[in-house]
């Protein structure tokens, strides 16, 4: 019999990529929304508790909401917000964080969906903390470059009315270090404090890159072959992350590096590039991808017993 989905938030731009992906799916029964009933609460209370599997692609406080409306023990939420992402009683959404997080995902009702920037950064620094080759107390630093699709439907329409071109620059924010991925990022990295962190969003649609540089005279004994080989054991069974070789950045991309490369996957690649002296931890992926939508359909996946990858692509 087909899972029961119903996505709460349908028509933004987590929500439509959502529907992309399981529009094509004969193992999903989609439960609509009428467009205009969209923000019904009555209306979106039915169909949550109707469903198996609800997405909640909305914003935090629409979030909360929804969540104190479902009643019915089945329904599984999956909630792209970041409402829950450091809650107790919710699971993070992520399957290749640590061993036993995929028995997590799968045994849990209450699966908070990871942030873009954070799950970036997550990828990087866990195992290389649990392996014992970056202490928790490292003063970590971290960039990010991110696509404008980010900031959701409001910040996709000013780009693309961008008229004098005020936005054809990339454009830091979050400079106070207040950005709303920070604690997740401790938490789930394992981080004895957050990090100074410095998102960067520029004039292209979506892909996302997570940049964290090491001073290696302050870890001495490191090298990033150790690195690598610890990010190959840890991702060694994982369908979506890909290792690339130590890399100087003359040779990989045609001499810069693409961070449009994962676009329209669910797929991650980690790369480490530097020298003997300093090196910087890179990762890069779809922010509407494994930074959302398509990391969603993963954690559906594996909360349903399914193959990660049904649906998804590589
Ligand atoms: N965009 C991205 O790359 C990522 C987004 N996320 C998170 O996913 C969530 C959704 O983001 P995103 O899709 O970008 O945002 P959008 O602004 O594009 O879409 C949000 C949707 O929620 C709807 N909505 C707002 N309030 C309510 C309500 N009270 N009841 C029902 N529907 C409501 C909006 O309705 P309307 O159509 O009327 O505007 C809109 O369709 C957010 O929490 C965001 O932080 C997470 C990771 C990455
Ligand atoms: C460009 C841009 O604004 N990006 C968003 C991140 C989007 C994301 O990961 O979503 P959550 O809000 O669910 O965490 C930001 O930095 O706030």
Not at 37 to 63: G, I, T
Not at 185 to 204: T, Y
Not at 277 to 284: G, K, P, Q
Request: hydrophobic share 40%; aromatic share 8%; with cysteine.
């Amino acid at each position: 019999m087909a899972h029961r989905v119903y996505v709460d938030g349908q028509e933004g731009t987590t929500g439509l990529r959502l529907f992309d992906y399981l529009q094509a799916r004969s193992d999903i029964e989609l439960l609509r929304i009428d467009s205009d009933k969209r923000k019904d609460p009555a209306e979106r209370a039915r169909l949550l508790n109707a469903a198996d599997v609800a997405f909640l692609c909305l914003p935090d406080a629409a979030s909360r909401d929804a969540a104190a409306m479902v009643e019915n023990p089945d329904t599984c939420l999956i909630d792209a917000s970041t409402a829950f992402r450091t809650a107790d009683d919710w699971v993070y959404g992520l399957p290749e964080l640590a061993p036993g997080q995929r028995e997590r995902i799968r045994a849990s009702k209450r699966i908070a969906n990871v942030g873009c920037h954070a799950s970036a950064f997550v990828l990087l620094v866990r195992p290389l903390i649990d392996a014992g080759l970056l202490p928790p107390d490292y003063p970590f630093s971290a960039f990010s470059l991110t696509g404008y699709s980010g900031g959701g439907k409001q910040m996709i329409a000013a780009y693309e009315a961008d008229q004098d071109g005020r936005l054809q620059a990339p454009r830091p924010y979050a400079m106070g270090q207040g950005h709303k991925h920070l604690p997740e990022m401790q938490l789930h990295g394992r981080l004895a404090a957050p990090p100074v962190f410095s998102p960067i969003v520029g004039p292209f649609l979506k892909g996302l890159s997570v940049s964290v540089p090491l001073q290696l005279g302050a870890l001495p004994g490191i090298d990033a072959e150790q690195l690598l080989d610890a990010y190959r054991a840890h991702y060694a069974d994982e369908p979506f992350v890909r290792i690339l070789p130590f890399a100087d950045d003359a040779t990989l991309d045609g001499g810069a590096f693409d961070i449009q490369a994962c676009n329209d996957t669910n797929r991650v690649d980690l790369v480490v590039f530097g020298n003997a002296e300093r090196l910087t931890l890179v990762s890069r992926l779809d922010n509407l991808g494994k930074g959302a939508a398509g990391s969603a359909v993963q954690n559906m996946n594996v909360h349903l017993g399914l193959e990660d990858s049904v649906g998804l692509s590589v």
